[in-house]
């Protein structure tokens, strides 16, 4: 986080962090900032992988107890949605 902030110019308690650090929210990562996702920062916050790589951590969540995933749709929402339905059934 600190190498994203000192890049951005800006502070953890600066009033305008959120639009400095991410100025493309929601779209696609920029390359120069490629660099800053690290695989375990990838599995932690996200699911991501192949259909069985998904449908093993979604099992995974649900027998720990989690009943409800949130999806952000980004690029082709009815695209994106469709498929996590049919990964899903």
């Known amino acids: 986080m600190r190498r ?14 959120h639009t400095k650090l991410y100025p493309n929210y929601l779209g696609r990562i920029a390359p120069e900032d490629r660099d800053l996702i690290l695989p375990s920062l990838m599995n932690t916050l996200a699911l991501v992988g192949t259909r069985d790589d998904l449908r093993a951590r979604i099992t995974t969540l649900e027998q720990a107890g989690i009943d409800e995933l949130l999806i952000q749709p980004v690029i ?4 994106e949605m469709a498929q996590l339905a049919k990964l899903l059934t």
């Not at 994203?4 to 962090?17: F, M, Q, S």
């Not at 082709?76 to 695209?79: G, K, L, N, S, Y």
């Open 76 to 79: 082709d929402p009815p695209t």
């Open 4 to 17: 994203l902030l000192d890049r951005r110019g800006t502070t953890a308690t600066a009033p305008d962090r």
